[in-house]
T-cell receptor
Framework: DGGITQSPKYLFRKEGQNVTLSCEQNLNHDAMYWYRQDPGQGLRLIYY???????QKGDIAEGYSVSREKKESFPLTVTSAQKNPTAFYLC???????????????FGPGTRLTVL | AQSVTQLGSHVSVSEGALVLLRCNYSSSVPPYLFWYVQYPNQGLQLLLKYTSAATLVKGINGFEAEFKKSETSFHLTKPSAHMSDAAEYFCAVSPRGYNKLIFGAGTRLAVHP
């Protein structure tokens, strides 16, 4: 059964701790994305990766880090430098359309991070 | 700059009434356009997408959207709302040569009996 998995579903962090959110896909997609969603707001892009071993900053990359060592995995680390990390985090993947446009993004179920 | 605007952060309809969620984009070249739905505490699910083929696009759950180049719009409609349609809806645009989607701020749809 193909799809995107994110774990854990809920995560609690103490101030000053780094935490890593997992995102795995078995859709054989080249591109992967991390978004942050705050209540009543849309999606804000944190980081994205078009290919293994390469990634780019999105609109709100400060306080976050990522790696892309495998095609199917794109973990996100929320560092202690992120001042307000409490939010809902969404991972997505998409194939490379080859049309000059970004293709459909498929989303995971999300991880809700709460800082205590 | 490319952008997408969803008019109305909250829309409320009666069960059985027409659903109309508005989306306008800014792009000199017709982009790809998407509508996604998000239920509480879940990820986004694709409803439908426009990729320069037919201007009227049919999606899942009885939704459809019409691409109107002259109005730079891609409004989402459903003839008869159901209670299960209550969710947040996001319009997204993929401009030519841009390798990301640009999402609107979202519209929360409430359906009341």
């Amino acid at each position: 059964d193909g799809g995107i998995t994110q774990s854990p579903k809920y995560l609690f962090r103490k101030e000053g701790q780094n935490v890593t959110l997992s995102c795995e896909q078995n859709l054989n997609h080249d591109a992967m994305y991390w978004y942050r969603q705050d209540p009543g707001q849309g999606l804000r892009l944190i980081y994205y990766s078009q290919i293994v071993n390469d990634f780019q900053k999105g609109d709100i990359a400060e306080g976050y880090s990522v790696s892309r060592e495998k095609k199917e995995s794109f973990p996100l680390t929320v560092t202690s430098a992120q001042k307000n990390p409490t939010a809902f985090y969404l991972c997505a993947s998409s194939p490379q359309a080859g049309t000059g446009f970004a293709d459909t993004q498929y989303f995971g179920p999300g991880t809700r991070l709460t800082v205590l | 700059a490319q952008s997408v605007t969803q008019l109305g952060s909250h829309v409320s309809v009666s069960e059985g009434a027409l659903v109309l969620l508005r989306c306008n984009y800014s792009s000199s070249v017709p982009p790809y356009l998407f509508w996604y739905v998000q239920y509480p505490n879940q990820g986004l699910q694709l409803l439908l997408k426009y990729t320069s083929a037919a201007t009227l696009v049919k999606g899942i759950n009885g939704f459809e959207a019409e691409f109107k180049k002259s109005e730079t719009s891609f409004h989402l409609t459903k003839p008869s709302a159901h209670m299960s349609d209550a969710a947040e809806y996001f319009c997204a645009v993929s401009p030519r040569g841009y390798n990301k989607l640009i999402f609107g701020a979202g519209t929360r749809l409430a359906v009341h009996p």
